[in-house]
């Protein structure tokens, strides 16, 4: 049995919209990126129903931002923590556990202002964290740090208003969602990095309604191998 930890980042909540008509059983999300991540998650059920799945949806219940005091607590030993360091890491600790648990890290995201959204990063703050995530070794030159955890794969659903932002794409330089989350995944011991993308939003044209028809086939082939490789 597998475990996928689903992560929604949009701040978008549940409503009606434009889904191609020929689409079936996607929920009707104002978040695209949730649809999608959806859709996957439903393909990959039909598959392996006996699979867990824990969902956190960080754009509706954002965590908190780290602080000095937090910084404090986590670089202070466990057996030496006061009861309210404790409880400032409590929320850590659990985001923690929630990804040691997980094979497969499903998550979805909107871009907002070229990036990643503000809930997202919290999360990703609140989890790369030394001798938790990750291991600093100076003994090691120039790279000292190492992820104390291997062997995850990581599917990225993403949506953008405008477009061109893949390799060689005419806005390839001013994409800092998916290149910034493969890069801190691999402190969460990502070794496999899958991305599917949904553009043209703010045209609303038909070339939007190609890509969120190719991202959704995308999504249940994707789904499909995996569960067949894993």
């Known amino acids: 049995m ?19 008509e020929d689409s079936e059983n996607i929920p009707r999300h104002s978040s695209i990126s949730k649809a999608i991540a959806t859709s996957f ?11 867990k799945v824990i ?23 466990d057996d030496k923590r006061s009861e309210a360091q ?36 919290s999360w990703f703050d609140q989890i790369i964290r030394i001798n938790k995530t990750f291991t600093f070794d100076l003994t090691r030159g120039d790279y000292p740090l190492e992820p104390k955890m291997s062997g995850k794969t990581l599917v ?5 208003g405008e477009f061109g932002f893949a390799v060689g794409g005419i806005r390839e330089k001013m994409n800092h969602l998916g290149p910034h989350i493969q890069t801190l995944s691999h402190y969460l011991g990502v070794e496999e990095f899958h991305e599917i993308n949904v553009e043209f939003q703010e045209f609303g044209d038909q070339r939007h309604q190609n890509s969120i028809r190719e991202a959704l086939a995308q999504s249940t082939t994707l789904a499909v191998q995996l569960t067949s490789n894993l």
């Open 2 to 20: 597998k475990t996928l930890l689903h992560i929604d980042a949009s701040a978008q909540q549940i409503s009606d919209i434009a889904i191609p």
């Open 86 to 121: 404790r409880t400032l890491v409590a929320l850590s600790d659990t985001l923690i556990e929630e990804v040691d648990q997980a094979d497969v890290i499903v998550m979805s995201s909107s871009m907002y202002n070229y990036g990643m959204p503000a809930a997202l990063k």
């Open 156 to 160: 990225l659903i993403t949506s953008a």
């Open 55 to 77: 969902h956190g949806d960080v754009g509706i219940n954002p965590p908190g931002f780290i602080n000095q005091a937090w910084i404090a607590a986590v670089f202070t030993p």
């Open 41 to 51: 998650i439903r393909c990959w059920r039909q598959q392996k129903p006996q699979d």
